[in-house]
Each structure stands twice: as structure tokens, then as C-alpha cells.
């Protein structure tokens, strides 16, 4: 089992240019979790599916981002344009029971 | 509104001493906690668990204790070991609920 698997580990982008990070789940987990770490506000949920339906995106912070889930193995998130203060680490995690998650190596993001 | 508030950004313990980290939380709703550990360029890792039907969970070197009067929950780890520096997240959830709510870390430094 190669865990939960996200890309690309770090990202770099302008101001205003579209990002794309990417997270594969482990396989058979039902559930899966956006995180947005943070010096500030920690980890912070954005939004999360179950069976690849969204079930709350109410942490999403903006009409900026947004998130897809089109199989049980693949999700995006997306941020349009992006902005400087969304330079953090995003975390996805997959799950399939309810104590306890297991997350992957998240995505380093610059915004300059 | 942060439901889950880790008050001490870091703390620093010498090796074989005892490190006690805090969490407390506002939500009385929360009935299951966790506690994660996060090294530098990883994702956070499972650590330990306790559910509102006990005070103290065991697992080794590593004691979570609960008071749920207070609401408030400790991690202690003894003997401390150079390579339990890290990030540790406490994380609480409620009932059915599938999403996990994060306090913001604290970083512990143990010194050899």
C-alpha cells in the first residue's frame, strides 16, 4: 500500500495563474479530506467527500477554490487565480473507518 | 472560532525528561480525540486516541489523559527521545461526524 499520494510536493506559481494539486486516496477508503495548514489557523478543513460526492465544503474559502472527486482514486483541488495568502501546505487524507485518518506528504504552495 | 485551541506554539524538554503537551477545546459535543504527529516535509501521523468514556489511554511511552470537566486533554510522553521532536496536532470529533477538527500544533524540541 503506497499510502495516500499527493502532486506535486512543491509549487511555485505567479499571482493570478490557475493551480492544480492532485491527490490519490488509498485505495478502498470511502472518505476523503482537503487540509490547509497554516503558521496561523493549523490544519484547517476545506472540504471533504464521501464515495466521491462532496459532503461539506463549507471551509472552502472562496469562490477561488474548488475541489472534484471524479473517481474513487483521483481528486483535484484548484485554485483560480490564485493569490499570495494561499501560499501553505494542503494536505489530503483518506479514511475508511471513524477513528482516524491517514494523510499524505501535502503540497508545498508558493504564491508570488 | 478555533474549537480545538492548542495554547503553547513550542516547548522545548531535555531527553529522558517528561513532556507534557495541551489541548483544550469548546465543543461539548466531542467525544473521540486524537493526537498526530507531524515530522518536517510529511504528512501528520496517527499517534494516540481516546474516547469521552475514559480518562487515560496508554500506548507505550506515550499517555493521553482526559478531563472532560475542564475540557481539556494532555499527550505525555516519558521518557522523551530526541526523534519525538516534532509537530503534534490534537484533533477532536463528535458522534458520527467523519471530519476531524484540528488545534493549531505545538512544536516540541527535545534536546539531547
Known amino acids: 500500500d503506497a499510502g495516500v499520494i499527493q502532486s506535486p510536493r512543491h509549487e511555485v506559481t505567479e499571482m493570478g495563474q490557475e493551480v492544480t494539486l492532485r491527490c490519490k486516496p488509498i485505495s478502498g477508503h470511502d472518505y476523503l479530506f482537503w487540509y490547509r495548514q497554516t503558521m496561523m489557523r493549523g490544519l484547517e478543513l476545506l472540504i471533504y467527500f464521501n464515495n466521491n460526492v462532496p459532503i461539506d465544503d463549507s471551509g472552502m474559502p472562496e469562490d477561488r477554490f474548488s475541489a472534484k472527486m471524479p473517481n474513487a482514486s483521483f481528486s483535484t483541488l484548484k485554485i483560480q487565480p490564485s493569490e499570495p495568502r494561499d501560499s501553505a501546505v494542503y494536505f489530503c487524507?483518506?479514511?475508511?473507518?471513524?477513528?482516524?485518518?491517514?494523510f499524505g506528504s501535502g503540497t508545498r504552495l508558493t504564491v508570488v | 472560532d478555533q474549537q480545538v485551541k492548542q495554547n503553547s506554539p513550542s516547548l522545548s524538554v531535555q531527553e529522558g525528561r517528561i513532556s507534557i503537551l495541551n489541548c483544550d477545546y469548546t465543543?461539548?459535543?466531542?467525544?473521540?480525540f486524537l493526537w498526530y504527529k507531524k515530522y518536517p516535509a510529511e504528512g501528520p501521523t496517527f499517534l494516540i486516541s481516546i474516547s469521552s468514556i475514559k480518562d487515560k489511554n496508554e500506548d507505550g511511552r506515550f499517555t493521553v489523559f482526559l478531563n472532560k470537566s475542564a475540557k481539556h486533554l494532555s499527550l505525555h510522553i516519558v521518557p522523551s527521545q530526541p526523534g519525538d521532536s516534532a509537530v503534534y496536532f490534537c484533533a477532536a470529533k463528535s458522534g458520527s461526524a467523519r471530519q476531524l477538527t484540528f488545534g493549531s500544533g505545538t512544536q516540541l524540541t527535545v534536546l539531547p
Open positions: 465543543n461539548s459535543m466531542f467525544d473521540y
Open positions: 487524507a483518506s479514511s475508511s473507518d471513524y477513528y482516524g485518518y491517514t
